[in-house]
């Protein structure tokens, strides 16, 4: 239902009926509307302090009682609820919500078009500093989500295309932040692939006379190369022999679909020797999971197709099984929340309607209803519900894997990926598949699946199924660990074409963890920052490189910041609590240091590290603990605001007292 009562937050601060514009004039009324508005139901104790805050309680309480009657007599009448001890507004609704929601679900051109000012422009209090604190900080914090949202929808924008509107949306982050150097970059670029170049070279000049007035600095060196790469494209005023210096030191854009699969031959080569029902490949997220699987089928098909060639005197194509004939159901959090959607997701792709064809009458009209193209009813697009008479669900389930079957073509074989969060439904059909399978191997296909360990423990029917086929001999497991130094430098070589990287590969391996997701986004936002430079001799190289030990002064991806964040709040509130804690203290601090800054209890606390340690965010250092690798550090610091960050740092610092912290750890606290 439609809220009855908008409050607009952006900008000048508004409120409006039906009937129109809502009068409120006294500042500080406006001012508690919205902080009920971002905060929600409130006590009247914390409203008094904040607004009235150098008053007696009973005069601040009156003052609170009389903004009350002000916002009922203004218009919100019975949207506004109070009792004795607590005020909340309903039927209420909020730009500032509607934000935040946008950006949550990455809607972010709905997100561009809400922020069109900062928060409650004009509406501080000289005399309620606990509120002008509380607005600095949703100010803040908004204008770094917006940042945030802004350039991922540049870089959305981009990738499909749309040149034009990502160039507006990079301007528009430009003029919130004019000494922003990344930026300037930004729009550099895209004025280029415009054919643009004179308004390319134009805001280098902008950049360089802003950064000196402003800063006393000059431009970064990958700003001047880029700057040089695109007077070289425009003609004349470089030299030919600047521009082939330029040429031979300029990084080729990266193209991570084709990602070679490095470092994994071993690993292939058992899942491809594999005979069980059940293969589970499991491992950390972002380790290249689902990238190996999927080799393992394309190698499969391929072994297949060769094979049937032979056997009918063909031509011999050999031909690699493209992607998308492959059959892959991806489990999903969302998909958990309906039976054998996922599965039937995957049946449904237009790939698959062909090798359905040759599914058997009785199996195709079981599955007439939810697969339309393996049966004669085009009516229905309804997900399979998991409270089917068992008869008729021994059918089904029965169909389902003769439909499988017949999908996974030449590879014989498919992929349940993310297992960890498979439905009810779907792991009693894998249950079923693996059974069939055993009976009849050679006609019906086996599963490869994948799964993150640390999570796959919150899923007990997974964990039971895997159980069993274990026991009957249905089951391998192949454990995928991250990338050592070796790995990363053959990926690094692989990527760059050459014979360097040494230095490189090894850092990046130590800033990501030798996660391999995490490595491959660091390279792109690398690339497309121009950090990335190919120095002679010694392969792909940063401006880092003189005085860096692990890398982590680069620039966090947004998608890896996005990844560790959703993963973060999947282990709880207090999980979460104990981890923002934990990056703010140096690694190696104990439970009871990190503890006292977080307002657990002694179960809280302990759970709560003990979850970090399962899903792999830290690991056991000493008597204390340590991030895995600085990017997991580093991303979830990114999510905290800096009024969050100096209270933590001073809690930490009391923390540390009674302990007998050093001196010079309870001064680095107090001074950060």
């Known amino acids: 239902m439609a809220a009855k009562i908008h409050v607009a937050l952006f900008g000048v601060l508004r409120a409006f009926s039906n009937a129109g514009q809502l009068a409120i004039t006294v500042r500080k009324t406006r001012a508690l509307l919205a902080y009920l508005c971002v905060e929600g139901r409130s006590s009247r104790t914390r409203l008094a302090d904040l607004f009235w805050g150098d008053l007696d309680e009973a005069t601040a309480r009156r003052n609170l009682r009389r903004a009350l009657h002000r916002l009922r007599a203004a218009g919100l009448g019975d949207a506004l609820q109070a009792d004795d001890e607590m005020v909340a507004l309903a039927g209420v609704g909020c730009d500032l919500n509607d934000f935040d929601a946008a950006v949550r679900a990455q809607r972010w051109a709905q997100a561009r078009a809400l922020y069109t000012a900062p928060l409650c422009d004009g509406l501080e209090l000289e005399d309620a500093e606990g509120f002008d604190a509380w607005l600095r900080t949703q100010r803040e914090r908004t204008a770094r989500d917006w940042r945030h949202a802004m350039a991922r929808h540049a870089a959305d924008l981009e990738s499909s295309g749309a040149l034009g509107a990502a160039l507006e949306v990079q301007q528009r982050l430009l003029a919130d932040d004019p000494l922003r150097e990344a930026t300037y970059r930004d729009l550099m670029r895209l004025h280029d692939a415009l054919d643009q170049r004179s308004a390319a070279l134009a805001l280098f000049d902008r950049c360089t006379a802003t950064l000196q007035a402003e800063l006393q600095l000059e431009p970064l060196p990958q700003t001047r190369l880029l700057a040089e790469r695109i007077r070289a494209r425009l003609g004349p005023g470089l030299s030919a ?309 692990d890398y982590t002064e680069l620039p966090l991806p947004a998608s890896v910041v996005d990844a560790v964040r959703a993963r973060l709040l999947r282990l709880g509130p207090a999980t979460q609590r104990l981890l923002e804690t934990a990056a703010l203290a140096e690694d190696g601090s104990t439970l009871a240091e990190i503890q006292g800054a977080t307002a657990l209890s002694d179960w809280e606390a302990l759970e709560g590290i003990e979850r970090a340690v399962a899903a792999q965010f830290v690991e056991r250092s000493g008597l204390g603990y340590r991030f895995t690798h600085a990017l997991v550090r580093g991303a979830i610091c990114f999510g905290l605001s800096p009024e969050r960050q100096r209270l933590t740092h001073a809690k930490l610092a009391a923390a540390l007292e009674p302990l007998h912290g050093s001196p010079a750890r309870l001064a680095r606290q107090w001074a950060l």
Not at 354 to 381: E, F, I, K, N, Y
Not at 436 to 448: G, I
Not at 529 to 535: K, R
Request: proline share 5%; no cysteine; aromatic share 4%.
């Open 241 to 549: 022999a600047a521009a082939v210096a330029v040429g031979a030191n300029a990084a080729p854009r990266l193209e991570l679909r084709s990602v070679p699969l490095v470092a994994r031959d071993r690993e292939l080569e058992l899942l491809s020797a594999s005979t069980e029902a059940v293969v589970l490949v499991e491992g950390d997220a972002g380790v290249g999971k689902t990238r190996l699987a999927l080799a393992a089928l394309q190698r499969a098909a391929l072994a297949n197709s060769e094979d049937e060639d032979e056997d009918e005197d063909n031509d011999g194509d050999t031909t690699p099984a493209a992607p998308d004939t492959l059959l892959r159901v991806r489990f999903t959090e969302m998909s958990s929340l309906t039976p054998f959607q996922a599965v039937i997701d995957a049946l449904r792709e237009p790939a698959m309607a062909a090798r359905l064809a040759g599914l058997a009458a009785v199996h195709r009209q079981d599955l007439a209803r939810w697969l339309p193209q393996a049966g004669l009813d085009d009516s229905s697009t309804g997900g399979v519900a998991d409270t089917l008479p068992a008869q008729f669900r021994a059918r089904l389930l029965e169909a389902l894997v003769q439909a499988l079957a017949l999908a996974a073509g030449p590879a014989r074989a498919l992929l349940f990926d993310d297992l960890q969060w498979a439905d009810a439904s779907s792991i009693e059909l894998l249950a079923h598949l693996a059974r069939r399978q055993r009976q009849q191997p050679a006609a019906l296909a086996r599963v490869l699946a994948t799964a993150r360990s640390a999570e796959l423990a919150d899923n007990p029917l997974a964990g039971a199924l895997l159980h069993e086929l274990a026991a009957t001999g249905s089951l391998a497991r192949l454990p995928l660990a991250a990338f050592d130094e070796w790995s990363m430098l053959q990926l690094v070589q692989g990527l760059s074409g050459s014979g360097g990287g040494v230095r490189f590969a090894a850092r990046l391996a130590s800033a990501t963890g030798g996660n391999v997701f995490f490595a491959l986004e660091t390279i792109r936002t690398l690339f497309d920052s121009g950090e990335l430079f190919v120095e002679p001799g010694e392969g792909w190289s940063t401006r880092h490189d003189p005085t860096t030990t």
